[in-house]
C-alpha cells in the first residue's frame, strides 16, 4: 500500500527521465544563455545597438540548441526544467524593459502597457505554480502550444525592435507586432489560469 501510494505521488514527466545532476550539455548552453543576458544589458547601457542585436540573436539560438540537444540526447534534468525558463524570462524581462526607455531605445521604443502585461502574466504563473507545487498538486508545469506563441511573439518583437533602430528607422509595423504579442500573452495567461484550476480540482 504504501509502495503504491509512493508511486502516485511521482512527479509525471510525461515519459521523460529526469536526471539529478546538472552536468549536461543543455544545461551548460542554459548557462550560457544567462551569462549572455549580462552581456545584452551592457551593450544596450553602453548604447551599442549592433551588439546588443547579435548578442540577442546569440541568445536565442542557444534556446534553440538546448531545446534539440536535451530531446535529440535525452539530456532532461531537474536542473534544466527550472533553469531553462529561467533564463528565458530574464532574457525577455530585461530586454523589454530597457527597450522601454528612449535613451535606451531610439527610434522604437516598447509601449509600457506591453511589459506590464508580459510581466503580469509571468508573475501570475510563477505564484499558481508555487501554489501548486506547496499543496503537492503539480511538481512539474510543461509549457503549453500557446505560451510557446506568446514567447516567440515576445523574442520577435524584441528582435524587431532592436533591428529597426540599428537601422534608425521608425517602423509603423512595430505596432502589430505588439497588439500580436499582447494578444498571444493574454490568451496564454487565460490558459494557464484555466489549467491551474483544473489541477487545483483534481485529488
Given at each position: ?10 512527479p ?7 536526471r ?118 503539480r ?16 523574442i ?5 525592435v ?8 521608425e ?18 495567461g ?14
Open positions: 500500500m504504501t509502495k503504491a501510494k509512493d508511486q502516485m505521488n511521482e509525471r514527466n510525461h515519459g521523460l527521465e529526469l539529478a545532476t546538472f552536468g549536461t550539455l543543455a544545461n551548460y548552453l542554459t548557462l550560457f544563455r544567462i551569462i549572455l543576458v549580462l552581456f545584452f544589458v551592457l551593450a544596450l547601457l553602453k548604447h551599442k545597438l549592433s551588439g546588443a542585436f547579435f548578442i540577442f540573436l546569440l541568445a536565442g539560438l542557444t534556446d534553440v540548441l538546448d531545446g534539440l540537444v536535451a530531446r535529440i540526447w535525452h539530456q532532461y534534468s531537474t536542473v534544466g526544467l527550472w533553469l531553462d525558463p529561467l533564463a528565458d524570462k530574464l532574457l525577455i524581462f530585461s530586454s523589454f524593459f530597457l527597450l522601454c526607455f528612449p535613451e535606451f531605445a531610439f527610434p522604437n521604443t516598447i509601449p509600457w502597457p506591453v511589459f506590464w502585461i508580459v510581466l503580469g502574466r509571468d508573475l501570475l504563473i510563477v505564484v499558481g505554480a508555487l501554489i501548486l507545487f506547496l499543496l503537492n498538486r511538481q512539474n508545469f510543461p509549457p503549453t502550444l500557446m505560451g510557446k506563441t506568446s514567447t516567440v511573439c515576445q520577435l518583437t524584441v528582435l524587431a532592436l533591428f529597426f533602430n540599428l537601422l534608425q528607422k517602423a509603423g509595423l512595430l505596432n502589430w507586432l505588439y497588439d500580436l504579442t499582447i494578444l498571444a500573452t493574454v490568451i496564454s487565460l490558459q494557464y489560469i484555466w489549467m491551474g484550476f483544473s489541477f487545483l480540482r483534481k485529488r
